[in-house]
């Protein structure tokens, strides 16, 4: 029972625990000295409650903490400091619940199963797919199952910002960052005379140019490259600059084009992004 009364679904929570271990039962198990037959039962909530140093020793093994705390010690979940999965956990079609370390998603284009490796297109309409694509996925190898998790985590911690200190006026730079983890994405750009380019009195216009926009490999097609190139255009229309002018080649082109940017008659390889 938690200190509040209200009983704790520990079957639910170890199964969350070893899910964001990435650990089988099998595994788990063997790290805790725990019987697998006892950590089933537990997982099914089956049997009477568990002994406490029992549930103990698999939270440990699985890198989790046990906490205990009175009525108003902070704002802790009911279960002790254990997080329990929602109700509706996804099951099989003889109503099993999958692996929990699995990561269990929908499938809701055939990119996303990876059992569709071999399809020429994953963009067949739904009425065109092969015969029995599963209505959920799981990625059986773990090192696949670590970088969609990393992608998920940075995606919910990601953010952005524009740096002036240690730079010159007219240098334009924006750093998108992940909490422990340092930049992950980067756009750098400079600025300007229009007047001294022609030579001419256009009252001071001034302009940017787009050096260059990098994104970590593991984290690109996040869109973290568009939101770099979108906080780009809200300061330059703090700045009143209209305009920014960026030279691309292969699909860095396809993802300017994204951006706003438009191509430009002089060179098939000049694009211009106006605000």
Same mark, same amino acid.
């Given at each position: 029972m938690a200190a509040g009364g209200d009983a704790i679904d520990v079957g639910a929570a170890l199964r969350d625990l070893r899910r964001r271990a990435d650990l089988s039962q099998r595994e788990l198990a063997e790290r805790s000295g725990v019987p697998k037959s006892t950590l089933a039962r537990i997982e099914a909530g089956q049997g009477g409650g568990p002994a406490f140093r029992?549930?103990?020793? !698999?939270?440990?093994?699985?890198? @989790?903490?046990?906490?205990?705390?009175?009525?108003?010690? #902070?704002? @802790? *979940?009911?279960?002790?400091?254990?997080l329990g999965m929602p109700a509706d956990e996804p099951r099989d079609e003889a109503d099993r619940r999958y692996p929990a370390h699995l990561d269990v998603r929908r499938v809701r284009t055939l990119k996303d199963w990876p059992g569709a490796w071999w399809v020429h297109s994953y963009t067949l309409p739904e009425k065109l797919w092969p015969v029995r694509v599963p209505e959920l996925t799981y990625d059986l190898d773990?090192?696949?199952?670590?970088? =969609?998790?990393?992608? *998920?985590?940075?995606?919910?911690?990601?953010?952005?910002?524009? $740096?002036?200190?240690? !730079?010159?006026?007219?240098?334009?730079?924006?750093?998108?960052?992940?909490? @422990? #983890?340092?930049? $992950?994405?980067?756009? =750098?750009?400079?600025?300007? *005379?229009?007047?001294?380019?022609?030579g001419e009195d256009l009252d001071d216009r001034r302009e940017l140019v787009l050096e260059g926009v990098v994104v970590a490999p593991g984290l690109r097609a996040l869109g973290v490259g568009r939101r770099l190139v979108e906080l780009l255009a809200e300061e330059m229309t703090r700045a009143g600059i209209r305009a920014a002018h960026a030279v691309a080649e292969f699909g860095n082109v396809e993802f300017l084009l994204a951006c706003g940017f438009e191509l430009q008659a002089s060179r098939p390889s000049a694009l211009m992004l106006e605000v």
């Open positions: 029992t549930v103990a020793r !698999l939270v440990a093994a699985a890198g @989790g903490e046990l906490a205990l705390r009175l009525p108003g010690d #902070g704002d @802790g *979940s009911a279960g002790g400091g254990l773990r090192a696949r199952r670590d970088r =969609r998790r990393w992608r *998920s985590e940075a995606r919910a911690q990601m953010t952005f910002r524009r $740096v002036s200190d240690g !730079l010159p006026a007219t240098s334009w730079r924006f750093l998108a960052e992940v909490p @422990g #983890g340092g930049p $992950v994405g980067e756009l =750098r750009a400079h600025e300007r *005379s229009v007047d001294l380019l022609l």
